[in-house]
Each structure stands twice: as structure tokens, then as C-alpha cells.
């Protein structure tokens, strides 16, 4: 094990080299009372660790996620868009922490709006990046009401965002519909799956919802770029792909 340490807590991760699939990788953590596995898709003990997520992901594995798609979104937002940054709303899905909305803010986003399924994310965005959300819904995608849909989308959204959040157990197909959907027609989205999720082989629905969408003409690619999301425990690289595109339509 390569210990790593830091207050409030020792950190450590497996050796490199040994390979886990993304859903089950881990780390352990003492943060005073003896070691602890803690899973990768743990987010809610994760979150409720100041400085931990941060620490494992981006010091540790590198993740570029968020500045590349926030840079993706923004070259075409914006002028390209007939839009001000300043005006600009975002619907942020998966939000975590808030590191997706504080790059988009840094950038002169106006606005953002997060979106996750568990409280402790809005907790850690709260408690480590107060003010950067305008507001912040903690509901399920796949179950929300249509009260419910109806007042988020009232906050008319020129953008989404989905970062590091789609597939491998974290928000499914149908759940990335119920957000698009919030978003307002000739809106941008931008958004971060694993390459072979948009490839012929997807078994995970990903290439048959986005496939189908640019087929019936509802999404225009703009753009996509192949980058390294971060590092695996095993410390290779997993490669992604960020896409933006506009939103041509309503549903169809
Ligand atoms: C890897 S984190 C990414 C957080 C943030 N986008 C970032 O890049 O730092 C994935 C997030 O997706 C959230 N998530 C998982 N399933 C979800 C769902 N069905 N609906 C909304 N959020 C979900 C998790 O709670 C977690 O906060």
C-alpha cells in the first residue's frame, strides 16, 4: 500500500498495478479510529470528509474532468451563443461537491443549479463552497414528480452539465432524459461518459439514447474531445469523452 498522509486523516490506496473496475475501486482511510475501506461510490461517507474527495481525485488521480468539459461548454456558450456568461443559467446534474460549479462560475457562468440524489453532496457543497449554487435540489431523477420536475425546470436553463456522474451505477439513461428535458430548447449541454459507452458494443443504453436523440435531429453535436479523466488505483489512465451539444427540440 502507498500511504499518503494529511490531516485530518491517513490516506492510502491499492498498489498500483493491481486492476479494479471503476464501480468497485476503494481506498482505505484512518481518520483516528483505525483503518476503513471505503468504496469510490461511496459518495455520502466520502463527501462527509472535508477535503477527502478533493485529495483522492483530483491531488491524487489527477481528474481533468471538470475544467475540460467546463471549457468544452464554454467556448460555445457565450458570444457563440448570443449570450452573456453573465446571463447564463446551468443545470447542474450529478453535482457533487461543487467543484463543476466553481469552475463554471470562475469562468463567468451567472448562475448554476446542482442537482445530486444524495443530501451529504449538498452538505459538502454547502459546508466547502458556500454560494456557488444558486440552488440545489437533492431529488432522484428517476422518480421525481412532475410538481416536482415542473418548479426545477422553472428555473430555465440555458445549459447542463453532467460530469464524471453517467453510468457505472451512478445516474442511468432515463434519469440524463429527466434533466435534459429541464433544459430550454437551443440550450447547450455538456456532459462526460467513458469512451466505450458511446461506441456499437454499449451495453450500459448510453449509444442507443444519445444515438437516437442526434438520429430524430433532438441534439446537434457541436463538438467532443477523447482526454484522460484520471487515473485508476492501478494508476492508468481511463480515458473519457466530454460532448457538447445543442438541444434542437423538444422531446420527439
Ligand atoms: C463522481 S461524482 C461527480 C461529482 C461532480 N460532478 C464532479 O465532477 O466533481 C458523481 C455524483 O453523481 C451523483 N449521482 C449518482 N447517481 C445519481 C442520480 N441517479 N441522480 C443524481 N445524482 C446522482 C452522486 O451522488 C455523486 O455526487
Redesign the pocket.
Known sequence: MVERSGPPYRLALPEPGQTYEQDVEYCVLDTGSGWEEYRFHD?DRLYRVPGLYEKLFYDILQCQ??PVVCDLLAAHLGEPAGLALSDVRVLD????NG??AEELRSRGVGAVVG????PE?RAAAERDRPGVYADYHVV???ALDDDKAETIAAGGFDAMTC???LGFG???PE?FRVAFDMVAVDGIVAFTLRDDFLTDGDTTGFAGLIGSMLGSGELEQLGSTVYQHRLATSRDPLHYRAVVARKRSARV
Do not use: E
Open positions: 459518495y474532468s471538470p446534474v450529478g453535482a457533487g467543484i463543476v442537482i445530486d440524489i444524495i453532496a432522484d431523477l428517476t460530469v464524471a456522474a451512478d445516474i442511468p434519469a
